[in-house]
């Protein structure tokens, strides 16, 4: 079987829909002419998606306020925020360019989804004539909606873990129950884990293997035929064309990332220096067996904050590369991290969304090629 290639999920919003966010905040127009204009992106994401060659799609994310926040709150500005949300929770991560993203913080329980992903998968798969994929948040992300010290009044932190692993489960199944072919979960506090950023106290706690097991705590609960369809991406970060993690040792997380039971993970590289050292971390611990599921290792072999196309012929030559680490049937191509996380993003490396959202199209074109060459040299 040629090598699989899969994107991670997001793409930037044309400009047009992103001052339709921001009208929508300001009250400027209804929720009627936002989704219109959702709706034409979407139909653009998927259209421009499919004309790459690649064989499964997405909708870009394009109705997400962010990557993380899908289920909490409408607008990154915070129209549509849950009750029981304040807008002034943890730092989920402070990057490189020195600005930051904020988590909403749980004031009460019980914690429940606002939306799930399967309402994108709905209007994508109605639009899309190739299969589609989603993407969800991890629990381990969510859980930080919690205080780190501290209890909330009456919902107890356990309690709160409980009906978290509810929500995030229910989110696969409806996603998959919707149409999508293959549900990936973003992990992008794998790596900022060991961070220990001092303005940002979780990243401190040595908090990688509560991660680790609060995702296996709903991985657990698929078969091992459903968990081959069910990944993990992993990542330094990608907002406004900076990272937040990139500097910490890759291999603190990839020693440990394959402990959770995915079938496939999306594993950032191109940015990496040495991107052979990771070829052979993945081969080294991702596993054969994972209770029942070969890990298929998604090689990044584009970087989506660098606005240089990477030619076919550089992907095929990673590729070719890694398989010398990383057996052929468990070897996959796919991009660095979503190509805009989240909904507003100006890509500033590439001067404007729109430019930045040709450059993503062009950049999975070379993928697909790349991928479809390296399989032809390795004879598969
Ligand atoms: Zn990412």
Redesign the pocket.
């Known amino acids: 079987m040629a090598i699989p290639a899969e994107n ?1 999920g997001s793409l930037p919003r044309p400009m047009r829909l992103q001052e339709a966010y921001a009208a929508y905040d300001a009250g400027e127009i209804d929720r009627e002419q936002l989704v219109a204009e959702q709706d034409a992106a979407c139909h653009d994401s998927i259209e421009r998606m499919e004309a790459t060659g690649q064989r499964i799609v997405s909708d870009g994310e394009q109705r997400a306020s962010s ?1 993380a926040t899908y289920p909490l709150t409408e607008t990154l500005g915070g129209t549509g925020l849950a009750d029981n949300l304040a807008p002034d929770g943890q730092f989920f991560a402070i990057f490189d360019d020195g600005h930051h993203r904020q988590l909403p913080r749980l004031k009460s329980g019980p914690f429940r989804y606002r939306t799930y992903a399967a309402e994108f998968v709905e209007q994508a798969v109605a639009m899309a004539t190739k299969p589609v994929k989603q993407a969800v948040i991890a629990p381990s992300m969510l859980m930080l909606l919690y205080p780190l010290e501290g209890e909330v009044p009456g919902y107890p932190r356990e309690q709160f873990l409980s009906d978290l692993c509810d929500e995030t489960e229910k989110d696969i199944r409806q996603a998959f129950a919707a149409g999508a072919s293959r549900v990936s979960i ?1 992990f ?1 506090e794998g790596r900022l884990a060991n961070k220990n950023d001092a303005r940002n106290p979780w990243t401190g706690r040595d908090m990688l293997q509560e991660f680790i097991d609060l995702n296996n705590r709903v991985l657990d609960r698929f078969t091992a035929d459903e968990r081959a369809d069910i990944g993990l ?6 907002d406004l064309d900076s990272v937040h993690s990139a500097e910490v040792p890759y291999e603190l997380l990839l020693s440990k990332m394959f402990q959770i039971n995915a079938g496939y993970f999306l594993i ?1 590289c191109a940015s990496e220096r040495d991107r052979e050292k990771v070829y052979e971390l993945c081969g080294k611990y991702s596993r054969a067996d994972a209770n029942g599921v070969g890990q298929v290792c998604f090689m990044g072999v584009i970087d989506p904050l660098n606005p240089t196309v990477e030619t076919p012929e550089q992907v095929r030559d990673e590729l070719t590369t890694a398989a010398r680490h990383i057996p052929v049937e468990r070897l996959g191509a796919t991009d ?3 190509f805009s ?1 989240f909904s507003i993003d100006e890509k500033p490396k590439h001067g404007s969304p729109d430019f930045a959202r040709d450059i993503a199209f062009a950049k999975i074109a070379a993928r697909v090629e790349g991928a479809a060459m390296a399989s032809q040299q390795l004879g598969i």
């Open positions: 991670v990557f973003d992008t991406h992993t990542c330094p970060g990608g950032q660095d991290c979503g996380p």
